[in-house]
């Protein structure tokens, strides 16, 4: 072990290798790397059904091979992504960097699937399909960063610490909704990103775009409330300026919309990130008897 150590200390990755004391539990973006795998394994099946259910034994015996060669690269890649968080402090930043650049290019094969060999698919993806998925990359990877971002990590201490666990629970599950309803809606606009990337957008298409990470950051926000007993005013500034871009962005495409809902999001990450900067992790402080949707101020928001 130390000699290897000595081996990798030649380079700059040093700094990157787990310790003797760091924890061996998944961490956050190595399971999100395993959802876009799922997705990625998901198209693999769409593909193998078309080619199974054709009338042509030659068709079906043809779509068990290329099933086979698609199949390759993508475990290849997990494996390869695998042994990097096993080797690697998935809490670093160049691995969760690593992680999610290789979970991007994994998210782009998944959706080239369809296209592959030319047949029946669309043959290739088009430049304003490589920026829909890059915004919903970039948009799912911000969601995941924002509700993680300290209240996410302690929610199960705050529930622990708190006079009335139970309604203190309740009310974090009832945030979860309301940020699973925004998850959905979200996904329904970058659905009509990739569809309609141009053009003019419509009211219910902007609802779903925009709609759908303020719902998201109005369910933060209670979770917020729920584990510090305060909600940090830029949620309310990001609802505010998504919530209000609808009129300016009806003449603009989707893809513009969906850029712009990114770019808000990624405020409010990079606020987040500089609020930490240098600072202790907070303990949770839970909102016992104020664990409502009434949104009295009990503490000063940080």
Same mark, same amino acid.
């Given at each position: 072990?130390?000699?290897?150590?000595?081996?990798?200390?030649?380079?700059?990755?040093?700094?990157?290798?787990?310790?003797?004391?760091?924890?061996?539990?998944?961490?956050?973006?190595?399971?999100?790397?395993?959802?876009?795998?799922?997705?990625?394994?998901?198209?693999?099946?769409?593909?193998?059904?078309?080619?199974?259910?054709?009338?042509?034994?030659?068709?079906?015996?043809?779509?068990?091979?290329?099933?086979?060669?698609?199949?390759?690269?993508?475990?290849?890649?997990?494996?390869?992504?695998?042994?990097?968080?096993?080797?690697?402090?998935?809490?670093?930043?160049?691995?969760?960097?690593?992680?999610?650049?290789?979970?991007?290019?994994?998210?782009?094969?998944?959706? @080239?699937?369809?296209? &592959?060999?030319? *047949?029946?698919?669309? /043959?290739?993806?088009?430049?304003?399909? =490589? %920026? +829909?998925?890059? $915004?919903?990359?970039?948009?799912?990877?911000?969601?995941?960063?924002?509700?993680?971002?300290?209240?996410?990590?302690?929610?199960?201490?705050?529930?622990?610490? @708190?006079?009335?666990? &139970?309604?203190? *629970?309740?009310?974090? /599950?009832?945030?979860?909704?309301?940020? =699973? %309803? +925004?998850?959905? $809606?979200?996904?329904?606009?970058?659905?009509?990103?990739?569809?309609?990337?141009?053009?003019?957008?419509?009211?219910?298409?902007?609802?779903?775009?925009?709609?759908?990470?303020?719902?998201?950051?109005? *369910?933060?926000?209670?979770?917020?409330?729920?584990?510090?007993?305060?909600?940090?005013?830029?949620?309310?500034?990001?609802?505010?300026?998504?919530?209000?871009?609808?009129?300016?962005?009806?003449?603009?495409?989707?893809?513009?919309?969906?850029?712009?809902?990114?770019?808000?999001?990624?405020?409010?990450?990079?606020?987040?990130?500089?609020?930490?900067?240098?600072?202790?992790?907070?303990?949770?402080?839970?909102?016992?008897?104020?664990?409502?949707?009434?949104?009295?101020?009990?503490?000063?928001?940080?």
């Amino acid at each position: 072990m130390t000699g290897d150590r000595r081996r990798w200390g030649r380079g700059r990755a040093v700094g990157l290798l787990r310790s003797e004391q760091s924890e061996q539990q998944a961490s956050y973006v190595e399971l999100f790397f395993d959802l876009v795998m799922v997705f990625a394994l998901n198209r693999l099946v769409a593909f193998a059904v078309q080619g199974a259910g054709s009338a042509d034994a030659t068709i079906r015996w043809a779509s068990v091979g290329r099933v086979l060669l698609l199949f390759v690269p993508l475990i290849w890649t997990w494996t390869i992504t695998a042994y990097i968080t096993a080797r690697f402090d998935p809490k670093a930043s160049g691995t969760q960097s690593s992680i999610l650049l290789t979970a991007f290019a994994m998210l782009v094969m998944g959706t @080239a699937l369809t296209g &592959a060999f030319g *047949g029946g698919g669309r /043959g290739r993806v088009s430049a304003n399909e =490589i %920026l +829909g998925l890059l $915004a919903a990359f970039l948009t799912a990877v911000l969601l995941w960063r924002i509700y993680f971002h300290r209240a996410g990590v302690v929610l199960g201490d705050a529930v622990a610490a @708190a006079r009335d666990p &139970a309604e203190v *629970g309740r009310f974090a /599950g009832s945030a979860h909704l309301v940020m =699973i %309803l +925004g998850i959905v $809606a979200t996904s329904v606009g970058h659905g009509i990103v990739q569809t309609h990337p141009t053009g003019q957008s419509y009211p219910p298409w902007l609802a779903m775009i925009l709609g759908g990470p303020a719902c998201f950051l109005l *369910g933060r926000a209670a979770l917020e409330r729920a584990v510090f007993a305060r909600v940090s005013p830029r949620r309310w500034v990001g609802i505010a300026v998504l919530l209000a871009a609808g009129v300016p962005l009806l003449p603009a495409p989707p893809l513009v919309a969906a850029t712009a809902a990114t770019a808000v999001l990624f405020g409010i990450a990079v606020a987040d990130s500089r609020r930490a900067a240098g600072r202790p992790p907070e303990a949770p402080h839970p909102a016992d008897g104020e664990a409502t949707w009434l949104w009295r101020r009990h503490r000063p928001a940080t």
